[in-house]
């Protein structure tokens, strides 16, 4: 039997550890070695001004002084309570619903907790005189927590507490003639942050359900209404949204009866309900498309009318698997809002440059551009690390 | 008949739901028809779209084509149109190569350059379009420095505040001559496809790769044939030169158009990396290992077998991409770029014609629109897959 020549193969070497890691990922290759070099000179190049004029040169106090501003606008000083009686309201709402859901909304309250105190810290170590109220959202959100886990029938409860939430905060906002505690607020002071969240959410769940009767037009056997729903939709999406804006703010008014004038925000919200239905009316067709035919046979087989299938069987479903996509567009929209700013509402962008034209601030644009942004991202980060969380625990796309 | 079976039959019950959606529709219309019509006859206005003849009377900053104020408000919205079809087919352009490379940069091996193309992502999807063009406007190019002393770039390129000067081509008393030559080179890159065909037909292995570089070569050659050709070389440099206290020469990128393009380039070029980087990733493994095991090498791999199915599943998204990009330009009034919806604006704030000029905007983008995602339908179509 002739001998099997082996050979030894040793280990490697790097098999583990840093070195080993940085081998791997940054000097496997000669041209790997030659973009990490590129990589470390660039981000030197860049890094080191940035961080010299941050720490330097940038007058940050810019911030520090407008910091009122960029949250609510021209809201009247006097009734700042009201904002924050909005934010306990929803403290004690995502509480609750963590209580309830327990996993699908963790992710949100962790979120509202981590940003609760980080606002607490940053109040308390610049002297600012908030973080009492951030104290009690904070103990808000952990008693109603409590709360849910307890209440009998909580599911329910939580979702008729979310659907008079929106309603009651555009109450508490904009305020009324007929409660004397609550004067009312024209609507050209609401601004900042403010008005930003809640063109956001009026635009989107406004046009939630506009978009899901869209959906189903489009689907719809009927060809009048068909081609009237592939109309409308392909119509709103083929333009940009400005002049959907732009014909919100200045032609709806030749639309409507003399006598009826609604104000900017509310003419900038109808104009977001126009164009988001459009495309959460694409987004719920999706949906639907994804329902299996035998789901409807099985409605049918069961002796179930056209409009209980619909309501009863198909709609869950389907708006179920397009969760995802509706959160997407909640962030989009939340970015979209900054075109109001084009047709004059003080949002952020507009609050931004509203700052830059005071006059011991001039030529601060990158700091309040830069706070602007750190806004945006940090809000969206938020959102979407909630909303995957909620995704993950109630398994869209694996069931 | 009686009518008791009548109200039963579904099929009378379909029409008689599109009679009454009809119904409803048209009394909507006669409904907001009055009102436009009481409401523009108390401002005294009629709808006419007369006002496009009279003279427009305002400057416009740029224009690719020549407008003097005394010119009508049609030929005033004609430039604006002008300038949006030019910044969304330069910003289609360059938004393909920057979204390409930071979609294959995302998957690079390379951990560093990963992480510089997923913060690239990152902050750029999240955060509105808008501001991103008022930051690169007001606290980018507003704030470089001024003419004297410009920061100069190998080109050279030029920046101030002014606006970005580029080395540009200026055409010589022998650029009618050398042209033919430019026609024939163009004339040659369909010929050589329909040789490299026919090879490819007749060989019985794929040819090798470098003979897609005749593509580039050969025009490349019969234009350099051409120009020395000529008694002295048809282009020469049109270089941007101080004198006084401007650049003379060269092309000049305003302010505004160098913040919109760039800010546009970007913003899209984020969306299109994750779209490519899905497109790879969506590639089934199985293909992957299976074209490794027929011992394809892995640059085959990538070019024969990923590319291609990955491409497939990127042209649809991208379509809607480019589309983004084409109605985002309109954002441009925020940073003061002359394009269709800030001349549509300033028209409107002097004439007072809200619904033509709406109407104006609107066909305006929905053609732009449509005629993008044809040309998209057809390139679809072509690359989609044929299951025989």
């Known amino acids: 039997m002739t001998a099997i020549e082996t050979s030894e193969v040793r280990p490697p070497v790097l098999a583990v550890g840093p070195l080993a890691w940085v081998r791997k990922n940054l000097f496997s290759s000669w041209y790997n070695v030659a973009l990490t070099l590129l990589a470390i000179w660039l981000s030197y190049v860049l890094l080191k001004p940035a961080y010299q004029w941050a720490t330097t040169e940038a007058r940050w106090g810019v911030i520090e002084a407008n910091l009122t501003l960029f949250m609510i606008g021209t809201y009247p000083r006097d009734q700042i309570g009201r904002v924050w009686l909005s934010i306990f309201l929803l403290a004690a709402l995502i509480g609750l619903s963590w209580g309830v859901w327990k996993n699908a909304a963790r992710g949100f309250a962790f979120i509202a907790l981590g940003a609760g105190a980080a606002f607490i810290l940053i109040a308390l170590y610049f002297g600012w005189d908030v973080w009492d109220e951030w104290l009690i959202s904070e103990a808000i959100l952990l008693i109603s927590y409590f709360i849910g886990r307890f209440l009998p029938r909580g599911a329910l409860m939580a979702t008729i507490a979310w659907l008079l939430y929106f309603p009651l905060v555009f109450l508490l906002i904009a305020g009324t003639r007929y409660i004397a505690t609550l004067p009312p607020v024209p609507s050209n002071l609401w601004g900042g942050l403010l008005l930003t969240l809640l063109l956001t959410v009026v635009g989107n769940f406004g046009a939630l359900p506009l978009g899901i009767l869209l959906a189903l037009g489009r689907r719809s056997k009927l060809p009048v209404i068909r081609y009237f729903s592939i109309g409308y939709i392909e119509l709103i999406r083929g333009v940009p949204l400005i002049t959907i804006l732009f014909m919100a703010s200045i032609v709806l008014a030749l639309f409507l009866p003399i006598d009826v004038r609604p104000d900017l925000v509310i003419r900038a919200m109808i104009g977001f309900i126009i164009f988001e239905a459009a495309y959460q009316a694409e987004n719920v067709r999706g949906g639907l498309q994804a329902i299996d035919r035998g789901q409807y046979e099985a409605a049918n087989a069961l002796g179930l009318s056209g409009t209980q299938t619909m309501v009863l069987i198909i709609l869950p479903q389907a708006l179920r698997a397009v969760i995802p996509a509706l959160f997407n567009s909640f962030i989009s929209l939340f970015k979209d809002t900054s075109l109001v700013a084009i047709i004059g509402l003080f949002e952020v962008v507009r609050i931004s440059r509203s700052i830059l034209a005071q006059s011991e601030w001039l030529g601060t644009h990158r700091e309040v551009f830069l706070f602007a942004f750190m806004i945006y991202w940090l809000f969206n980060l938020a959102f979407t690390y909630g909303s995957r969380r909620m995704e993950e625990a109630l398994g869209v796309g694996k069931r | ?388």
């Open chain 2, 1 to 388: 008949m009686n009518i008791q079976s009548f109200w039963r039959d579904i099929r009378f019950l379909k029409i008689l739901a599109q009679v009454i959606f009809i119904l409803l529709l048209v009394l909507a219309a006669g409904y907001l028809y009055r009102n436009v019509s009481t409401n523009l006859a108390r401002q005294g206005l009629a709808v006419g779209y007369g006002f496009l003849k009279n003279p427009a009377s305002f400057g416009i900053g740029e224009s690719f084509i020549s407008y003097e104020p005394s010119d009508t408000y049609g030929r005033a919205l004609l430039v604006g149109l002008v300038n949006t079809l030019v910044v969304s087919a330069l910003g289609i352009v360059f938004t393909t190569i920057v979204g390409v490379l930071a979609g294959v940069a995302r998957l690079s091996s390379n951990w560093l350059i990963s992480r510089f193309a997923a913060a690239y992502v990152g902050l750029i999807r999240n955060t509105p379009l808008l501001l991103q063009l008022m930051f690169w406007y007001f606290a980018v190019i507003i704030q470089l420095p001024s003419v004297r002393d410009a920061i100069q770039l190998p080109g050279p390129i030029y920046l101030t505040q002014r606006g970005i000067y580029l080395t540009w081509a200026e055409a010589t008393s022998t650029f009618s001559a050398w042209r033919v030559f430019l026609i024939i080179a163009l004339i040659s890159i369909p010929i050589i496809w329909y040789i490299l065909r026919t090879a490819q037909r007749r060989a019985s292995v794929p040819l090798s790769p470098w003979w897609t570089l005749a593509y580039i070569f050969v025009p490349a050659f019969i234009i350099w044939l051409g120009a020395i050709l000529q008694p002295e070389p048809p282009l020469r440099p049109f270089v941007p030169e101080l004198s006084g206290l401007n650049f003379k020469g060269g092309v000049r990128l305003t302010p505004e158009f160098a913040a919109l393009l760039f800010g546009l380039v970007t913003y899209t070029g984020a969306f299109i990396a994750e779209i490519v980087r899905a497109g790879i990733q969506a590639v089934a493994k199985g293909q992957v290992e299976a074209a490794r095991s027929l011992g394809l090498t892995s640059s085959q791999t990538l070019r024969l077998v990923v590319f291609p199915q990955a491409l497939r599943i990127m042209i649809p998204p991208v379509t809607s991409q480019y589309l983004n990009l084409a109605k985002n330009s309109s954002l441009a009034i925020g940073i003061g770029y002359p394009d269709l919806f800030s001349i549509a604006g300033t028209t409107h704030n002097q004439t007072g014609a809200a619904i033509e000029i709406i109407t104006i905007m609107m066909l305006s983008y929905l053609s732009i629109s449509l005629f993008t995602s044809l040309l998209m339908n057809i390139y679809n179509k072509r690359i989609q897959l044929v299951e025989r």
